[in-house]
């Protein structure tokens, strides 16, 4: 889901990211949410999204509903999504960032404040999440969707006897019997995230030390890995090509679901920890069409709706609501144990961690050569 096309194109970007913090909101005008009432729409709507992350039929049944056209963009990274909204003048009504990214939207003054007024089925959120530590009062963001980023398996090739741990693809006593046939995903937090969490460290370290030892993993283990690849790595699996795939869980669930024995393959975060992410909804702060966002964002809260959602995509649902309208497989996945062995203390989300995140990109380009 979260891909990164190339770290040196990110080490770009993160440098235009810094610049364009720097420069942002020097007008001196407060940004304010805007004046709209439930089901109010002032223009058609514009969203950026993720690839494949909305089924086209809810649209349509929104347009349908409320009388607007509704057309959509998608992006394969929060890094390229982001200097487009922070540049403004992008004519996006709303935008599907995910956790450690809305903190940096707000700190640019890129996203606009929501009216909860014009959002009455924000109650039916979770409150679990609530408290979010990059939007802790919910004033910028509403929950969409969320998952966590493990390992892949196939287990006609590995059989079921293997360690639910990142020592199948770090370990060279382990890992060693599948070489050339295991792929890591092409993102710096992501993979560094593993190699840390593997060695006992929170996915969000600053120690340089710690980075150090991760970066070092994750170039041993470079001569075991088939891809660094994001956008296909469910597809490698199930293709063959792989047999232990680093990947998001609605991305390989829906692919497992696509092959003739679905059964044949395993989904885990390992029991050292992984990534639990969080994408949101937010409207940037030069919407168009403000008033259409709040709208939507409302409409997609409905039970019925986000249950649509989670069943076209096959991610978790942070709306309380929606759970009884999810598919039965979906539902089994989701709380089967043994998808998180070390339980959901073990999971942490990427968080922003500033001016550290140019050594996470310049580890990553060093790791995979």
């Given at each position: ?141 509403v929950p969409y969707q969320w998952g966590t980023t493990g390992i892949a398996v196939d ?28 792929s890591l995903l092409n993102d710096p937090r992501e993979t560094l995230g593993a190699a ?53 869980s609605g991305d390989m669930f829906t692919q497992f679901l696509e092959t003739d024995d ?108």
């Amino acid at each position: 889901m979260r891909s990164i096309a190339t770290s040196r194109w990110v080490a770009a970007v993160l440098t235009l990211s810094l610049l364009t913090l720097a420069c942002a909101g020097d007008d001196g005008d407060a940004i304010t949410a805007a004046d709209c009432s439930v089901d109010q729409t002032d223009g058609d709507l514009n969203i950026f999204n993720w690839a494949e992350y909305i089924d086209p039929d809810l649209l349509d049944a929104f347009a349908a509903e409320y009388g607007v056209k509704v057309t959509i963009d998608v992006y394969d990274s929060n890094e390229a999504m982001q200097p487009i909204i922070s540049a403004g003048n992008s004519g996006y009504d709303l935008i599907v960032p995910s956790d450690y990214m809305v903190a940096i939207l707000i700190a640019g003054e890129d996203i606009q404040p929501l009216n909860r007024d014009a959002i009455p089925n924000a109650a039916n959120i979770s409150s679990d999440f609530e408290n979010l530590i990059y939007d802790p009062e919910g004033e910028y963001s509403v929950p969409y969707q969320w998952g966590t980023t493990g390992i892949a398996v196939d287990t006609a090739v590995v059989g079921t006897d293997f360690p639910r741990s990142w020592s199948i693809i770090f370990d060279p006593s382990v890992a060693d019997a599948h070489s050339g046939r295991i792929s890591l995903l092409n993102d710096p937090r992501e993979t560094l995230g593993a190699a840390l969490k593997y060695l006992g460290y929170s996915l969000n370290s600053t120690d340089e030390g710690e980075l150090e030892e991760a970066k070092n993993l994750v170039t041993e283990a470079r001569g075991r890995i088939a891809a660094f690849d994001t956008d296909q790595a469910d597809e490698l699996l199930t293709t063959g090509e792989t047999v232990i795939a680093h990947g998001y869980s609605g991305d390989m669930f829906t692919q497992f679901l696509e092959t003739d024995d679905p059964s044949r393959y395993v989904y885990f975060v390992p029991e050292e920890g992984g990534t639990r992410w969080i994408d949101n909804m937010a409207i940037p702060h030069d919407s168009p069409n403000p008033c259409t966002a709040h709208t939507f964002i409302n409409w997609i809260l409905d039970g019925d709706n986000g249950a649509a959602l989670s069943n076209y995509n096959y991610y978790s649902t942070p709306n309380e609501a929606a759970l009884d309208g999810l598919d039965e497989e979906l539902l089994d996945f989701v709380n089967d144990p043994n998808v998180i062995p070390g339980g959901v203390g073990s999971l942490e989300e990427i968080q922003d961690t500033g001016d550290f995140e140019i050594n996470f990109t310049d580890a990553f380009i060093e790791a995979v050569g």
